[in-house]
């Protein structure tokens, strides 16, 4: 019975607190009577308030009783109100047009403008104003919206507007979201977010892509959007070398709250330069930045979009400013479909005298729970600071009505039966699908032609597939895959199957397992794909790639043991068959080539490369990720772009005389690498290092020998461990190796500086490779070209020791 009084006790008093918060909601607009949009309303000296939506509309959630409200928004005057509230109330605010004087200030025509002064001093203080806070908490709330705002009827003889659910002009929501979370940091650079809820139109079970580190953009730093709209990213207006890229104007200055706020605009000296435009706001003695409504251009160097605009507007919080409103509104145009949109965060509630318990920040920058997208529209309706606009209200309601009938399984069948109809182009071409979304299966079969291979060894062949997936909750997934392969002219038929078990999403955890027989390449990193050897042997009378037949079994096993620190162990056991070629059909013969052996040690002769044999081997290895960042979704974890270098130690073991095998070997391997290290205005650099040694090499056959990636083709796909001239297959090892790649993207560093040139966004890059083992000593390769999106062209050279071995181009595409 007590309890029973306890939980009603607690209930009344519930209900009594809640009873004590009532909204005020209004309209901010400007003298004219159009709407402000992004306006701030605070409760004077508190860090409690919100914004206004895109149409002006705001709500706060406030105590009873009399509170001064402040409203403001950048480029406007701001207005307090003492406003008693007792219930729900309603109050429009009017906001004037700032005027900033420069009567206070005499220019001579022939004198430096004053802007300059005020954003050297600015400059001065830009590290300490980088670290004054050592630490900070908010609450935040982030709305992303993005529309399609035009488009063309069809791509590629799909119906845009039935595929995009749009109206009949080919307009609407693409992407709806809210979030709100509690936000911390620590100097210099750690952070830690956890979402509290989450809504995304249109799928109930989904989580928001929203995070709000996303959204800060300090300008105390002098490298600003770096690897996110353009590789380079730009120069912040008061970075060390500011004066180098822009040229300011004195606007003038006003008063607020007895501050002096200075209004600069900030200009590019050239053109194409990576920087901003637009208004900055800086505060006189302490020459904090107050305010900002900058925007970039694609003269900037922005990819995919036309314009970012991004507006950035303070709260006083002690002696320093921090942000209260974040918005960027963008839009865009590519191949036909022309967008627009905007994400707007709200950061509440500072607390910058924190204390974090011990162990806090772990690297995870955001954790996400099953609870989150579970808020019912009440919840959101009494805690959403920022009013959703008619079109967004009616793009909930709509999507979520057709998202809760797209999970029954009446629609889901009559969907199956439709995209699951059997068509030859289809199996032809891309592959047939027959899923089966209710229950979460599906079978795929693999493309009919991408199937059909050729090779000196097996001539003609087919390789083919059958992929079964069932997926599970979270992530976690089983598939199951058959395969055949069939040489019309060696007359062999290999067959495998392969399963995999992705149990633990939160521990990247798996375990896979196969076994039966297959024809493989050699070098077990692969030469080439096997259409590029295909049409090389028909067309060009070169066959690249040489293959063996292993017949195997092989179970293995992945797991994160501690964040950023994966493990593997791999245990394979096999019998392997040397092979020859069989035919040398082509459909061009041309006179100065030949096919040569599947022996590439002797090109001219068909001899064996090695005595069948059989071999039991035990792989482990460890990845460890410095500094490594990551996600945490309730449907598994997700690492971040690492900041420092990856280390991977692995050790492979063949194991003498168990189950008759014939090999005896250790081989130890240490590597090193990281991706995209800034260099600020001048790009970004990659590197791979790698070394490794058999301790012990009594019995390696050639498929056992440490390999490389090697190139003898003229396409290739972009790989920053892969040589551009090394032979496939000669200088594979059984003794000690090191090998070094490093690369440098200029991210259009000096491409932007020629006229019309820039227009074609190119990235200049150049690189080296290096490789010593006991049969190729100093083998060096350099190169230097250029690269977009996708596609890549380079000129190389190598040089075997002191002498040039061999140079040209490299065309490469994909990622």
Same mark, same amino acid.
């Given at each position: 019975?007590?309890?029973?009084?306890?939980?009603?006790?607690?209930?009344?008093?519930t209900?009594?607190?809640?009873?004590?918060?009532?909204?005020?909601?209004?309209?901010?607009?400007?003298?004219?009577?159009?709407?402000?949009?992004?306006?701030?309303?605070?409760?004077?000296n508190?860090?409690?308030?919100?914004s206004?939506?895109?149409?002006?509309?705001?709500?706060?959630?406030?105590?009873?009783?009399?509170?001064?409200?402040?409203?403001?928004?950048?480029?406007?005057?701001?207005?307090?109100?003492?406003?008693?509230?007792?219930?729900?109330?309603?109050?429009d605010?009017?906001?004037?047009? !700032?005027t900033?004087?420069?009567?206070a200030?005499?220019?001579?025509?022939?004198?430096?403008?004053?802007a300059? /002064?005020?954003?050297?001093?600015?400059?001065?203080?830009?590290?300490?104003?980088?670290?004054?806070?050592?630490?900070?908490?908010?609450?935040?709330?982030?709305?992303?919206?993005?529309?399609?705002?035009?488009?063309?009827k069809?791509?590629?003889?799909?119906?845009?507007?039935?595929?995009?659910?749009?109206?009949?002009?080919?307009?609407?929501?693409?992407y709806?979201? /809210?979030?709100?979370?509690?936000?911390?940091?620590?100097q210099?650079?750690?952070?830690?977010?956890?979402?509290?809820?989450?809504?995304?139109?249109?799928?109930?079970?989904a989580?928001?892509?929203?995070?709000?580190?996303?959204?800060?953009i300090?300008?105390?730093?002098?490298?600003l959007?770096?690897?996110?709209?353009?590789?380079?990213?730009f120069? &912040?207006?008061?970075?060390?070398?500011?004066?180098?890229?822009?040229?300011y104007?004195?606007?003038?200055?006003?008063? /607020?709250n007895?501050?002096?706020?200075?209004?600069i605009?900030?200009?590019?000296?050239?053109?194409?330069?990576?920087?901003?435009?637009?208004i900055?706001?800086i505060?006189?003695?302490?020459?904090?930045?107050?305010?900002?409504?900058?925007y970039?251009?694609?003269?900037?160097?922005?990819?995919?979009?036309?314009?970012?605009?991004?507006?950035?507007?303070? *709260?006083?919080?002690?002696?320093?400013?921090?942000?209260?409103?974040?918005?960027?509104?963008?839009?865009?145009?590519?191949?036909?479909?022309?967008?627009?949109?905007?994400?707007?965060?709200?950061?509440?509630?500072?607390?910058?005298?924190?204390?974090?318990?011990?162990?806090?920040?772990?690297?995870?920058?955001l954790?996400?729970?099953?609870?989150?997208?579970?808020k019912?529209?009440?919840?959101?309706?009494?805690?959403?600071?920022?009013?959703?606009?008619?079109?967004?209200?009616?793009?909930?309601?709509?999507?979520?009505?057709?998202?809760?009938?797209?999970?029954?399984?009446?629609?889901?069948?009559?969907? /199956?039966r439709?995209?699951?109809?059997?068509?030859?182009?289809?199996?032809?071409?891309?592959?047939?699908?027959?899923?089966?979304?209710?229950?979460?299966?599906?079978?795929?079969?693999d493309?009919?032609?991408?199937?059909?291979?050729?090779?000196t060894?097996?001539?003609?062949?087919?390789?083919?597939?059958?992929?079964?997936?069932?997926?599970?909750?979270?992530r976690?997934?089983?598939s199951?895959?058959?395969?055949?392969?069939?040489?019309?002219?060696?007359?062999?038929f290999?067959?495998?199957?392969?399963?995999n078990?992705?149990?633990?999403?939160?521990?990247?955890?798996?375990?896979?397992?196969?076994?039966?027989?297959?024809?493989?390449?050699?070098?077990n990193?692969?030469?080439m794909?096997?259409?590029?050897?295909s049409i090389?042997?028909?067309?060009?009378?070169?066959?690249?790639?040489?293959?063996?037949?292993? !017949?195997?079994?092989?179970?293995?096993?992945?797991?994160?043991?501690?964040?950023? *620190?994966?493990a593997?162990?791999?245990?394979?056991?096999?019998?392997?068959?040397?092979l020859?070629n069989?035919?040398?059909?082509?459909i061009?013969?041309?006179?100065?080539?030949?096919?040569? &052996?599947?022996n590439?040690?002797?090109p001219?002769?068909?001899?064996?490369?090695?005595?069948?044999?059989?071999?039991?081997?035990?792989?482990?290895?460890?990845?460890?990720?410095?500094?490594?960042?990551?996600?945490?979704?309730?449907?598994?974890?997700?690492?971040?772009?690492?900041?420092?270098?990856?280390?991977?130690? &692995?050790?492979r073991?063949g194991i003498?005389n168990?189950?008759?095998?014939?090999?005896?070997?250790?081989?130890?391997?240490?590597?090193?690498?990281?991706?995209?290290i800034?260099a600020?205005?001048?790009?970004?650099?990659?590197f791979?290092?790698?070394?490794?040694?058999?301790?012990?090499?009594n019995?390696?056959?050639?498929?056992?020998?440490?390999?490389?990636?090697?190139?003898?083709?003229?396409?290739?796909?972009?790989?920053?461990?892969?040589f551009?001239?090394?032979?496939?297959?000669?200088?594979?090892?059984?003794?000690?190796?090191?090998?070094?790649? *490093?690369e440098?993207?200029?991210?259009?560093?000096?491409?932007?500086?020629?006229p019309?040139?820039?227009?074609?966004?190119l990235?200049?890059?150049?690189?080296i490779?290096?490789l010593?083992?006991?049969?190729?000593?100093?083998?060096?390769?350099f190169?230097?070209g250029?690269?977009?999106?996708?596609?890549?062209?380079?000129?190389?050279?190598?040089?075997?020791?002191?002498?040039?071995?061999?140079?040209?181009?490299? *065309?490469?595409?994909?990622?």
């Amino acid at each position: 019975m007590n309890k029973i009084y306890l939980t009603l006790f607690l209930l009344i008093v519930t209900l009594s607190v809640s009873a004590q918060q009532v909204k005020l909601t209004g309209t901010v607009k400007e003298s004219s009577g159009e709407s402000v949009p992004f306006a701030s309303v605070y409760i004077k000296n508190t860090t409690i308030g919100t914004s206004a939506n895109v149409d002006g509309l705001y709500s706060l959630s406030l105590d009873k009783g009399t509170h001064t409200i402040v409203y403001r928004a950048i480029g406007y005057k701001a207005v307090e109100k003492d406003i008693t509230i007792n219930e729900h109330t309603s109050q429009d605010i009017t906001l004037a047009p !700032e005027t900033y004087s420069l009567a206070a200030v005499t220019i001579d025509g022939n004198a430096e403008d004053p802007a300059y /002064e005020i954003i050297r001093q600015a400059i001065k203080q830009r590290k300490a104003h980088l670290t004054e806070v050592d630490a900070y908490t908010a609450n935040v709330y982030i709305k992303g919206v993005q529309k399609l705002v035009g488009a063309p009827k069809k791509f590629f003889g799909r119906d845009i507007q039935k595929t995009l659910d749009l109206d009949t002009n080919r307009k609407g929501i693409l992407y709806l979201s /809210e979030s709100t979370s509690t936000f911390a940091f620590k100097q210099p650079d750690l952070v830690h977010e956890e979402m509290v809820s989450s809504k995304t139109a249109g799928r109930n079970n989904a989580f928001s892509f929203n995070k709000a580190s996303d959204l800060i953009i300090n300008f105390y730093q002098n490298i600003l959007l770096e690897n996110t709209l353009s590789p380079r990213g730009f120069v &912040s207006p008061i970075s060390d070398n500011a004066l180098l890229y822009y040229r300011y104007k004195f606007l003038g200055v006003a008063v /607020e709250n007895g501050a002096t706020i200075n209004k600069i605009q900030i200009i590019p000296r050239r053109e194409h330069d990576p920087v901003f435009r637009g208004i900055i706001y800086i505060k006189d003695d302490s020459w904090h930045m107050v305010n900002a409504d900058v925007y970039l251009t694609k003269n900037s160097g922005i990819n995919l979009l036309d314009t970012l605009n991004i507006s950035q507007q303070f *709260l006083k919080v002690e002696d320093t400013y921090m942000p209260s409103n974040i918005n960027f509104q963008f839009n865009g145009n590519v191949l036909g479909f022309k967008f627009e949109g905007y994400y707007v965060g709200v950061y509440s509630n500072y607390n910058i005298h924190p204390e974090f318990p011990k162990g806090y920040f772990n690297g995870e920058i955001l954790k996400i729970t099953k609870a989150v997208n579970k808020k019912d529209s009440l919840f959101w309706l009494n805690n959403r600071p920022i009013p959703l606009t008619g079109e967004e209200s009616r793009d909930y309601v709509r999507k979520d009505s057709i998202a809760a009938l797209k999970t029954s399984k009446k629609y889901l069948d009559s969907l /199956e039966r439709v995209n699951n109809k059997f068509g030859i182009g289809k199996l032809l071409l891309s592959g047939y699908t027959v899923n089966n979304r209710y229950d979460k299966k599906s079978l795929s079969f693999d493309p009919v032609l991408k199937a059909i291979i050729y090779n000196t060894v097996e001539g003609f062949a087919v390789k083919y597939g059958v992929t079964y997936t069932k997926n599970m909750e979270d992530r976690k997934y089983f598939s199951f895959r058959p395969e055949a392969r069939y040489g019309f002219s060696n007359k062999t038929f290999t067959a495998n199957l392969s399963a995999n078990y992705y149990y633990d999403p939160v521990k990247r955890a798996n375990i896979s397992i196969s076994g039966g027989s297959g024809i493989y390449d050699l070098n077990n990193l692969g030469t080439m794909a096997l259409l590029g050897n295909s049409i090389n042997s028909l067309l060009f009378e070169t066959n690249f790639s040489k293959f063996y037949k292993k !017949e195997f079994v092989n179970i293995g096993a992945t797991r994160e043991l501690a964040n950023g *620190l994966q493990a593997s162990l791999v245990a394979d056991y096999s019998r392997n068959t040397n092979l020859q070629n069989t035919t040398s059909f082509k459909i061009r013969d041309l006179k100065d080539k030949e096919f040569t &052996s599947n022996n590439p040690f002797s090109p001219d002769t068909e001899t064996p490369l090695f005595d069948n044999y059989k071999s039991l081997s035990l792989s482990a290895s460890l990845t460890y990720t410095i500094g490594q960042k990551y996600i945490t979704r309730p449907d598994g974890k997700f690492y971040q772009d690492a900041k420092y270098p990856t280390i991977t130690v &692995s050790y492979r073991k063949g194991i003498n005389n168990l189950l008759n095998s014939e090999v005896d070997y250790d081989l130890a391997t240490i590597g090193l690498q990281q991706n995209r290290i800034s260099a600020g205005m001048w790009g970004y650099a990659s590197f791979v290092l790698s070394a490794g040694k058999f301790l012990n090499n009594n019995k390696v056959y050639y498929p056992e020998f440490k390999h490389f990636r090697g190139n003898n083709a003229r396409f290739i796909k972009p790989d920053l461990r892969r040589f551009l001239f090394l032979d496939f297959y000669e200088f594979s090892t059984k003794e000690q190796y090191a090998e070094a790649h *490093l690369e440098h993207n200029f991210s259009g560093l000096f491409s932007n500086k020629i006229p019309l040139v820039r227009k074609l966004k190119l990235e200049e890059v150049i690189g080296i490779s290096y490789l010593t083992q006991p049969l190729k000593e100093n083998y060096t390769e350099f190169y230097f070209g250029v690269q977009r999106l996708i596609f890549r062209a380079v000129y190389g050279f190598a040089y075997d020791g002191k002498d040039q071995a061999v140079h040209g181009f490299k *065309l490469s595409y994909g990622f």
